[in-house]
């Protein structure tokens, strides 16, 4: 798989790499290289498994007779004719068990040392003997159960618990090599489909490779199984390779080092703060690391309607890492605003700011929680309403606001995982289809201009919305079709989603032109048309490492 530079979600399915060992829903996993007497043959055979139809089941079967050291005339008819379609290389190497060969190997010794037969010996090996007499039962089951999964499973599979959470809020990035970065996500077990996702760092344009059938995800517990991984086939072979991708994250994403940076103290003295036309960043915390990259934490307050970006960039000058600041959102009608004020008025009673301190929760800002952002050495880190991706990162987040007033499930919004393929999505499909400027020009010029454009609903170009409504129902329908997706909503939550992606690209459209009269949208693109103008003529927030 060769990869360019940005960040990718594969789906993937999972399968166990040990016997008697459990799988709990939602562990958290670190990646490694997958190593072994047999590591290259299971990487060759969840490589060449991709798109072939073979169950799930099946594969984990022969897997488990690979791992057990099982010799090709010794598995079942149906483990036997896998073998022969995507193993036929490795015939050889399957032509003698492990078994043999311990016993063979000790013969030999035995012969010339005097040793009593192995059985015989087998009592006084210790630790030698235990694991010699577990791979003789692990052959016995797996010779009397064949090509029963469900019967191996459950000898295979044992109950327990997870003790260390993982999802994609806790899981760390794991270093691959000196351009890539992954993880291993998921909320299921064994069972369920897996991500596996994938950062590669822009330190050079050219593509780079990568097999992640030859990774595994390790536990670190003995008692869990640790688990490797098979690509979901795309349904557009040339996805990965001509797609461009962008890399949106959280804000509370994690350190491609697994280093916990917690933010710092908030800021009393509102005078104090750092502080921007379009920003203020308070409790700033950093850490550096041995190769001389920051990761730093901090709140980040929006003072405007318009979401802004964090573009991290290298010694280069190339973008590294891209992550949202959100903008302030009013409340749409009359009981979310009567909900949203009394949320805010109980807020007041418990923050420690003071009435005019611009962050406290009365609506004059909008926090962005930044956690364990790297800035590489001799690079930056800007906060800014401006460019390319600021564009691109507001045209999605229109799209996606206008599905959540139609009736989108909040879960959209809320799962971080989910929020951020959909917005990725669009930002790429704005980018392919080079969507333009919303804003018609000289709509926000002066203060007249503005107004008349407000009475008017005249502001926006009309076409340009339309086409991002399209992108925007294109993205949703892919999504609500992905499997990974079943794993992290509910299904009521998914249903929802799919009546409101069976709409009709006209019925969206339509529902569009209401909802650019709203006053969210009108007031996100003002607030991005002044940036535009005012981040010119005002030193921007830029922090240097």
């Not at 037969?117 to 006084?124: E, M, Q, V």
């Not at 994250?249 to 697994?258: K, M, T, Y």
């Not at 009393?268 to 990761?295: A, E, M, P, W």
């Not at 009269?517 to 030193?539: D, H, P, V, Y």
Request: aromatic share 8%; with cysteine; net charge neutral.
């Amino acid at each position: 798989m060769r990869l360019k530079p940005g960040d990718y979600n594969i789906p993937v399915d999972l399968f166990c790499m040990k016997q008697r060992a459990s799988s709990p829903s939602g562990h958290r996993y670190l990646l490694a290289p997958l190593k072994g007497k047999m590591a290259e043959v299971i990487t060759a055979l969840n490589a060449r498994a991709v798109g072939t139809g073979i169950p799930r089941q099946s594969l984990q079967v022969l897997s488990w007779n690979i791992q057990g050291g099982m010799k090709y005339e010794e598995m079942s008819s149906e483990n036997r004719q896998m073998v022969d379609r995507l193993l036929p290389d490795y015939k050889r190497r399957l032509s003698r068990s492990l078994l043999e060969e311990i016993e063979i190997t000790y013969n030999q010794l035995a012969g010339v040392a005097g040793l009593p037969s192995l059985n015989s010996a087998l009592g006084r090996l210790g630790d030698v003997g235990k694991t010699i007499n577990s791979f003789r039962q692990v052959r016995s089951d797996l010779i009397r159960h064949g090509d029963d999964y469900s019967s191996l499973a459950r000898l295979f599979i044992t109950p327990g618990n997870s003790n260390a959470r993982g999802g994609s809020a806790n899981t760390p990035w794991s270093k691959i090599s000196d351009r890539i970065y992954g993880r291993m996500v998921t909320e299921g077990n064994v069972s369920s489909p897996g991500e596996i996702q994938l950062r590669v760092l822009p330190t050079s344009t050219s593509p780079v490779e990568i097999n992640i059938t030859s990774l595994v995800a390790e536990p670190q517990n003995s008692n869990i199984q640790p688990l490797t991984a098979s690509p979901k086939p795309p349904t557009n072979t040339s996805e990965v390779e001509e797609e461009e991708p962008v890399p949106i994250l959280a804000g509370d994403a994690e350190s491609i080092r697994g280093i916990n940076v917690e933010p710092g103290e908030t800021t009393k003295n509102f005078k104090d703060l750092t502080k921007h036309h379009h920003f203020i960043v308070d409790r700033v915390n950093y850490k550096y690391l041995s190769n001389g990259s920051r990761v730093m934490s901090f709140d980040v307050f929006n003072l405007g309607y318009a979401n802004g970006v964090i573009e991290v960039r290298n010694s280069q000058g190339d973008l590294v890492e891209l992550m949202g600041i959100e903008g302030i959102i009013n409340p749409t009608n009359v009981y979310s605003f009567g909900i949203e004020s009394i949320s805010r008025l109980w807020n007041l009673k418990v923050e420690s700011y003071e009435f005019l301190d611009l962050r406290n929760s009365l609506g004059r800002s909008q926090k962005t929680e930044i956690r364990n952002i790297v800035i590489p050495p001799g690079g930056t880190l800007k906060l800014t309403k401006t460019g390319e991706y600021a564009f691109r990162y507001n045209a999605a987040t229109a799209v996606l606001n206008l599905f959540f007033e139609q009736g989108l499930p909040k879960i959209f919004e809320n799962k971080r995982s989910v929020k951020t393929r959909l917005i990725s999505n669009i930002m790429i499909k704005v980018t392919q289809k080079k969507i333009g400027n919303l804003v018609q020009d000289g709509a926000f010029i002066t203060v007249d201009d503005t107004l008349r454009a407000l009475i008017s609903t005249s502001w926006i170009e009309k076409g340009t919305w339309s086409e991002l409504v399209k992108i925007g129902h294109e993205a949703l329908a892919e999504e609500i079709t992905g499997e990974y997706l079943k794993q992290e909503i509910t299904n009521q939550a998914l249903e929802e989603a799919q009546n409101l992606a069976t709409k009709s690209v006209s019925w969206w459209i339509e529902a569009a032109e209401g909802f650019d009269r709203g006053g969210n949208l009108f007031l996100q693109w003002l607030n991005f048309s002044s940036a535009q103008r005012l981040e010119t003529k005002i030193t921007p927030i830029i922090i240097e490492n």
